[in-house]
């Protein structure tokens, strides 16, 4: 018997964004399958952070449905949609957003914690493997302050990556990073998210970043185009 298709990791159809009167972005549609890997680029100002914050619950929409694997985010209520992230989204940040005052350990735990309510046993293994798979492995007790960017892009791959969510979604997160630092981070990062199984929806300028992509989507304020 053939199994059925598996729903999408992530569905958007007629997607629409404006502040006031001025559009961001209108008719914007597209899928991704569990464990592919999608590039957006666009023109900067053309609204490619606001679609992943709109992707992650974090912003709302003026027209169109976002679906994950089902789950229709509009139709839940901002604390079930902080419920939905918490259990299936990773976010990798442009600007890392770590938590200065947790050392690196609590950082990446940070999401089971969130889950959880406290790292056990079996939660401190997991953070200490994802810390060994990005190549900090006895870091864990550093603070932030004493890491340089690299390290703590990987801190951030590190704790999207360690409750295991099924969408993974980065925004730029090689643009403050130099070339080879940027190189190790995108190989670390779909390394690790095809090891996971993860769908993963990269924002980009980079076009060493967008090539590592299965399928490359340019961002219009019409709706979303094959370059």
């Given at each position: 018997m053939?199994?059925?298709?598996r729903?999408?990791?992530?569905a958007?159809?007629?997607?629409?964004?404006?502040?006031a009167?001025?559009?961001?972005?209108?008719?914007?549609?597209?899928?991704?399958?569990?464990?592919?890997?999608?590039?957006?680029?666009?023109?900067?100002?053309?609204?490619k952070?606001?679609?992943?914050?709109?992707?992650?619950?974090?912003?709302?929409?003026?027209?169109?449905?976002?679906?994950?694997?089902?789950?229709?985010?509009?139709?839940?209520?901002?604390?079930?949609?902080?419920?939905w992230?918490?259990?299936?989204?990773?976010?990798?940040f442009?600007?890392?957003?770590?938590?200065?005052?947790?050392?690196?350990?609590?950082?990446?735990?940070?999401?089971?914690?969130?889950l959880g309510?406290?790292?056990?046993?079996?939660?401190?293994?997991r953070?200490?493997?994802?810390?060994?798979?990005?190549?900090l492995?006895?870091?864990?007790?550093?603070?932030?302050?004493?890491?340089?960017?690299?390290?703590?892009?990987?801190v951030?791959?590190?704790?999207?990556?360690?409750?295991?969510?099924?969408?993974?979604?980065?925004d730029?997160?090689?643009?403050?990073?130099?070339?080879?630092?940027?190189?190790?981070?995108m190989?670390?990062?779909?390394?690790?998210?095809r090891?996971?199984?993860?769908?993963?929806?990269?924002?980009?300028?980079?076009?060493?970043?967008?090539?590592?992509?299965?399928?490359?989507l340019?961002?219009?304020?019409?709706?979303?185009?094959?370059?």
């Amino acid at each position: 018997m053939t199994p059925p298709p598996r729903l999408p990791a992530i569905a958007v159809e007629g997607l629409a964004k404006h502040y006031a009167s001025a559009s961001v972005f209108q008719d914007v549609s597209f899928s991704v399958a569990p464990g592919e890997l999608v590039a957006i680029v666009g023109e900067s100002g053309v609204g490619k952070s606001t679609l992943l914050n709109c992707l992650a619950g974090l912003d709302s929409w003026d027209a169109g449905r976002i679906v994950h694997a089902g789950t229709d985010l509009g139709a839940l209520s901002d604390d079930q949609r902080a419920v939905w992230r918490r259990a299936h989204l990773g976010f990798v940040f442009q600007a890392f957003h770590v938590l200065p005052h947790l050392d690196v350990a609590q950082n990446v735990g940070l999401p089971l914690m969130l889950l959880g309510g406290r790292l056990d046993a079996a939660a401190l293994a997991r953070v200490e493997s994802m810390l060994d798979a990005v190549g900090l492995g006895g870091l864990g007790t550093r603070l932030p302050q004493q890491l340089s960017g690299g390290q703590l892009q990987r801190v951030a791959i590190a704790r999207a990556l360690v409750h295991r969510p099924r969408l993974l979604l980065a925004d730029e997160p090689t643009g403050n990073l130099d070339p080879a630092t940027a190189t190790r981070v995108m190989d670390l990062l779909t390394a690790q998210a095809r090891e996971a199984g993860a769908a993963l929806v990269l924002a980009t300028h980079s076009r060493d970043a967008a090539r590592r992509a299965d399928r490359v989507l340019q961002l219009r304020e019409d709706g979303m185009h094959t370059p």
